[in-house]
């Protein structure tokens, strides 16, 4: 057998590491396989690494639980990634929690058109204010991360996923420690940051029975206003493994209340005509800091002149007095893999998702279009203009006095599914067989209340929970059913050579009721939100791969796959047919617009080879080249009038043509021994648009086509360098990230930036003996040089406007861990 024949270390970010290997499994299988020990993040003296696998035949690495530790403890799954190659992920705080202004691309495709699961659950598309998941952050606590798997490009067949153009994110769980432990770590920090975890393994209870109860407490002020962020969380996890299968029950509990950020808007436009020229990046601030809790400042600046000259000034750059997202979230699963021969598991999953959360934003009447929107339910007298002064008196009164309105998206999910897997190794064949449904009920509801004046609010409570809504603008109710099913097989053709070849099949229905209707023209031009129903369906989506292990250290490995995005089905958010602004809209959509596809085809190479260059004693790493050609693009745009009998002038969403990728990832891993380590990822990606689009009654031609994808860049690199020297570990982390577009016709840009992180780490000796196991402390710090930037983009619509958040400041993080 090869090295090949089983998953191999191939990027490794410490030099501590030692090398993971897991079972040798059938590729489609890999990322399913479970086995009762004690895995990288399920032990604490256990190191982790980057690990390439192989016998899969696409682009997939995977970083392991103590690595991601490493980074920041605490940190999202997601925001660990940013260190693989082709990884774009950028947010407004250092652990990557906060998901109103998480920026997520990779190969060119937005966090939307990527695959995300929890130890094999969906955790749907990541879209904020979601509607058929949640995050991982939320799915499982940090520290309890066995591993992440990133698979660029296209991931397994049987993923259970409606969104995975461009690839899949597959966290997954530690299991409970083989023997009994306590595990406790405190974090403190920059800006009163607090992070208290712990965590309770049994060991072997009988029976072969393990089980862990596991909970975290975090806080931490916004570093660029009096925001706080704040949760609880709690896992617990059993495993009873015996001759006949194995058992794995799960269930996670997440309270999360977290500040929003508001972006900075920049506007570029040219002189036209008699109009002069605007631009707004001389003067637009570089953070838009909330008000709160200094209410009374809050009440003057909204009735100042500076107030009203901001308001009136391109890009409107005011400052709301609060907003913030609060998630309460209880997910399970219960799992048995059966063992029914040698040559055949059966693995079958049933999973349940409870989401409560509210989206709250609170800022001045005047603002953005308000007083036309409130005229709508509260009209003044006949003739008099919603701006007048009289008018907008009459509206702070009803508001509660103080000249603010409180906005709220209220939101709700449920969710039950079964997932199931069966798997047979038939002489040199691998089969495997699969299904997944998914029944969603979602709900949305848009709502206005008042702020007191004499009892203002804040921003972590629910309005409904202490006051009765002056304006339910819509409410939205949504089911869902989806189904999934894939086949494939794996030939051994011989031990070198193995090709895979498969297929899978995707329905999605929808259905949309709308108990509360908006009243005509006040929500965003719309008529009213469409009802009935969606149904689209993909029988035949193939996959082809192969793995030749040329020589026993190098292994070549091609991919081809076809994969679907459903459609969105929300009200509230997203590219969405149900957020439509009228029922002929829907029905235009329905017989007229196509789900985005791509296919994608990947090669590359893989290597791991000893050596003895003076110091440098080990060589790994891996190059790729892939190629995806993205067709039915679809973007919200203004209306044209090849649409008829639509009075409100609401967006349309259609097909706007497609997308051609290239790029490249070369990752490369230099050892000197067990005392320091090299790790390097470059990555090029040319995304650009193949054809212009119409917008607008005019039809007015946006020239697209030629243009570069947004909010991608087309270079990043990163490094990782570890220094080991016992019991002292330092780490530099850098990553550039190159020029990106901020418009879809390329017209405005943000330049490269490159910022580092560092941590210094010390594994405190003990004597033999005391009841402490392991104590290591560690100083982490972010954005070492205090780099001011632009961080995630809110791309323009049309030329001459885009969104910036900004990055965030040089924080420090002290942190202590003990186990005993």
Excluded: C
Excluded at 231 to 241: C, D, F, P, R, T
Excluded at 474 to 493: C, M, P, T
Excluded at 549 to 559: G, H, K, P, R, Y
């Amino acid at each position: 057998m090869s090295n090949f024949q089983r998953p191999f270390l191939a990027l490794m970010l410490a030099s501590s590491s030692t090398t993971a290997y897991a079972a040798d499994v059938p590729a489609a299988a890999d990322t399913a396989a479970q086995t009762l020990t004690a895995d990288a993040a399920g032990d604490p003296e256990s190191d982790g690494a980057i690990v390439v696998t192989g016998r899969v035949t696409r682009s997939v690495a995977t970083l392991e639980g103590p690595e991601i530790q490493k980074v920041l403890p605490g940190i999202s799954p997601l925001k660990a990634i940013q260190t693989l190659p082709g990884v774009t992920f950028l947010t407004a705080d250092p652990w990557g929690n906060n998901e109103q202004n998480i920026s997520l691309f990779i190969h060119g495709f937005n966090q939307q058109q990527l695959g995300y699961t929890l130890d094999g659950v969906p955790l749907g598309d990541q879209q904020y204010g979601n509607y058929n998941g949640l995050s991982p952050q939320r799915a499982v606590i940090s520290e309890n991360v066995g591993r992440v798997t990133l698979a660029t490009g296209a991931g397994d067949l049987g993923t259970p996923s409606t969104s995975n153009l461009g690839g899949t994110i597959d966290t997954f769980s530690s299991d409970p420690a083989a023997d009994f432990g306590i595990r406790a770590a405190t974090t403190i920090g920059s800006h009163d940051a607090f992070r208290a975890f712990g965590r309770i393994d049994s060991g072997d209870i009988g029976g072969n029975t393990r089980l862990y109860v596991s909970g975290v407490r975090q806080y931490a002020k916004a570093w660029d206003f009096n925001g706080k962020q704040k949760g609880w969380q709690a896992n617990a996890k059993l495993v009873h493994a015996d001759d006949t299968g194995t058992f794995t029950g799960y269930f996670a509990f997440s309270d999360k209340q977290e500040p929003n950020e508001d972006a900075t808007s920049i506007v570029v436009r040219p002189a036209a005509g008699t109009t002069a020229a605007v631009d707004n990046r001389g003067v637009a601030p570089y953070i838009r800091p909330f008000i709160y809790p200094d209410f009374a400042s809050a009440v003057a600046y909204y009735q100042s002149p500076e107030y009203a000259a901001v308001n009136a000034a391109p890009g409107a750059n005011y400052r709301n007095y609060y907003s913030a997202a609060i998630r309460r979230d209880y997910l399970g699963y219960a799992k048995y893999d059966l063992n029914v021969s040698d040559d055949v598991t059966w693995s079958n999953q049933g999973y349940y998702h409870h989401n409560s959360g509210v989206g709250i934003v609170a800022g001045p009447i005047t603002a953005a279009g308000l007083p036309l929107l409130f005229s709508f339910y509260y009209p003044g007298a006949a003739g008099s203009s919603p701006t007048s002064a009289t008018n907008l008196a009459r509206l702070s009164t009803i508001f509660g006095g103080a000249g603010i309105a409180t906005r709220t998206t209220e939101y709700r999910i449920e969710r039950y599914g079964a997932i199931s897997t069966l798997r047979a190794e038939i002489g040199d064949h691998a089969l495997e067989i699969g299904g997944w449904y998914e029944h969603q009920r979602s709900s949305s509801y848009r709502r206005w209340y008042g702020l007191d004046v004499n009892n203002p609010s804040d921003p972590y409570s629910r309005p409904e929970d202490y006051a009765e809504p002056l304006i339910t603008q819509y409410g939205s109710q949504i089911r869902v059913k989806e189904y999934q099913y894939h086949l494939q097989d794996a030939w051994h053709i011989t031990p070198q050579l193995t090709i895979q070849a498969g297929f899978k099949g995707t329905i999605q229905d929808a259905r949309q009721a709308v108990p509360v209707q908006p009243i005509p023209g006040s929500f965003t031009g719309s008529r009213e939100l469409p009802v009935g129903r969606l149904k689209t369906e993909r029988w035949f989506l193939p996959q082809v791969g192969g793995i030749w292990d040329v020589t026993a250290s190098e292994q070549l490995f091609f991919n081809v796959q076809k994969n679907i995005r459903q459609f969105q089905t929300s009200a509230a958010a997203g590219l969405s047919p149900f957020a439509l602004g009228s029922q002929t809209l829907f029905e235009f959509f329905k017989d007229n617009t196509k789900p985005e596809t791509s296919v994608t085809y990947e090669a590359g190479l893989r290597t791991r080879r000893q050596v003895d260059f003076g110091p440098l004693t080990s060589i790994e790493g891996q190059i790729s080249y892939y190629h995806v050609d993205f067709s039915n693009r679809l973007l919200a745009i203004s209306p044209n009038t090849t649409i008829t009998a639509i009075a409100s002038g609401a967006t349309i969403l259609q097909n706007v043509g497609s997308v051609k990728t290239d790029g490249i990832d070369a990752a490369a891993t230099l050892r000197f021994g067990s005392t320091f380590s090299l790790y390097n990822a470059l990555s090029y990606n040319r995304s650009v648009y193949q054809d212009d689009y119409v917008t607008g009654t005019a039809l007015t031609v946006v020239p697209t086509s030629g243009k570069k994808v947004p909010g991608s860049p087309e270079w990043l690199n990163k490094t990782v360098a570890t220094l080991n020297i016992a019991p002292v570990e330092i780490q530099l982390i850098g990553d550039y990230l190159g020029k990106r577009y901020a418009t879809f016709t390329n017209d405005l840009s943000v330049g490269g930036y490159y910022t580092m992180s560092g941590r210094i780490a010390a594994d405190i000796p003990l004597r033999d003996g005391m009841f402490v196991r392991k104590l290591n402390v560690a100083l982490n710090v972010t954005n070492l040089t205090n780099k001011r930037a632009e961080s995630t983009l809110s791309i323009g619509a049309a030329s001459g406007t885009y969104n910036f958040f900004p990055l965030a400041d040089r924080q420090v993080f002290g942190t202590v861990s003990v186990a005993f």
